[in-house]
């Protein structure tokens, strides 16, 4: 959602608007409709903001050109919530007298209240948004006779909601206010120079690798080159720690590749042995306390949600207890009179932001006893706080809105975790665990593999599918959530309403959309429901469906009933059905992307998604 770009400095040779814009730039991947920069000159806001992308913007105001002594900007991008992607709705906002601007990420909850309050008092409005009630009740502390800082501190006493914001005011032009509450920001510095804030490290990362990480209910005080923090709560000065980002900006960058969902796909391999390298103790923690619970649950949102039905699959296999999965936002409504105090969570979160996620977490915790095992791409994130245990996928940063290599260490971990539970429990055979973790151990060769013979055959049934702006992906067990992270990306980056669902339930009605040349495509490893799915395949054939199947190397039966057919390599004893959601679903991200692709579409920024989803 929103991205929050500034910085201020002391430097004379730094081209600011150039800084400024290529900052924001790096934040495009969160998802946006508008784009603004407020700069500080002679006493003055100046002030370019637009609807659009920041390349259409940029025909028709050039954003970057900002005054030559400014030393303080601060841009935005919107992701529209209260109001429509226009000019006046874009960022910043202002106060009466136009000299406090106000860029803000998150919702101001309270906001139709506060905007009536302070109409009253004379404030006057210009746009629809939830922000601009913020200038309007600091401009009214300063009036009260607050400073600057304490003018944030009482205004934001009124508001409820999340927030992550920045401030600057003509009269303070050595310094930005900024605040956050459940919205994630973090500053970057060089030491005496310059300082930067945003709501994410590759905005800065060029620049700088040291920074700090805001912790919810922090105020920062940024002067050039130096920070102070305050606790929002009682507005007292509090110490924290210089942290230096160890990777390079490289991760965040698209290295040649057209795309940074083509580069993530193509990073799977590495991401899952990187992440196999976590360490054993942690797993076994995770695997202990699953044994000993009673009630588990498992809780994420989108992307994370399938990863986490496939991963409870291969959990339960081993555990020999059920793992009810919960949609995050469903989670509360859901087990509101439910919830065991001595129930365990598992958490699936890529961003360890999602506020639904966090929510849900945090409301389980209020009851004694509960326990939370999250898993995360994210070291440090919101959803950590919340935690008992957390175990940091080793994806490397994912910039593509549309998740890939984080689902695949998402399932991995998952699968590890459930490995550890065969040992424990001693469910399986030393030799069986070993086959398995030969299997988990191959799926980096299988995905690379397939991703270097197989491009042509997925743009080929790109083609193919040109005309079909809804098809299936179809399957049983443990692929119902390939199906279905398969029919969530092609929503996502091609606009296609392809749904994935349960072969058998299919029957149920929709298999009434079928006619001539209606494509399915099949998820079809070899394991315990293959046998019912052929009869499935058979069902959406005599019916004229259009028959692509996902099978594994020597299938020779589904390959005969298909059209067409996607093979994944299956080197002998190193493959197992089990770990198919890993092994088959690069298939699918290169179908929805090469979609993307075909449709004129850019797959980096799909349309209305944000990589990082902070609203209810
Ligand atoms: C995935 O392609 C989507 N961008 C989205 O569904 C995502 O998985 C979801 O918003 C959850 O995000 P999280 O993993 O950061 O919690």
Known sequence: MCGIFGIITNQGNISLGKVVLEGIKRLEYRGYDSCGIVSLSNSKLYIKKDSGKIEEIQKKINLADIPNDSKLALAHTRWATHGRPTRINSHPHLDCSNKIAVVHNGIIENFLELRKNLSQKGHLFKSETDTEVIPHLIEDKMEEGFNFKDSVVEALKSCSGAYGLAVCHVDYPESIIVVRKESPLVIGIEEGKTTYL???????????RKCYIMEDDELAVLKAGEVDFYDLNNNKKIEKEIQVIKWNIDAAEKGGYEHFMLKEIYEQPTAIKNTMKISKDLLKSFANTLWSAENIYITAAGTSYYASLAGKFIISKFLGKYISPIECSEFQTQLSNSLKSDSVIIAVSQSGETIDTVEAIRWAKTKKNVKVL??????????TRYSDKVIVTQAGPEIGVAATKTY???????ALIALEIAKLRKVESESEIEKYEIALRATPQIIENFLKNNVDLIKDIVETLEQSAQFFFLARGISI?????????????????IEGYSAAH????????????????FIAPPDETYQRLIGNIMEFKARGGKIISLIVEN???VLELSDITIKIPQPGDKYHNIFSPITFTPALQLLAYYTSLHHGLDPDKPLNLSKTVTVH
């Open 555 to 557: 299938d020779k039966t």
């Open 506 to 521: 299919a029957k149920h009605g929709p298999i009434s959309l079928v006619r001539e040349g209606f494509p399915i495509i």
């Open 374 to 383: 999250t898993i995360t791409n994210v070291v440090g994130s919101t959803l």
């Open 198 to 208: 945003a709501s994410d490290i590759p905005a800065f990362l060029p620049l700088t």
């Open 481 to 497: 959530a390939t199906a279905k992270e398969g029919g969530l990306k092609l929503k996502e980056v091609a606009c296609r309403f």
């Open 408 to 414: 695949s260490t998402q399932v991995l971990t998952l």
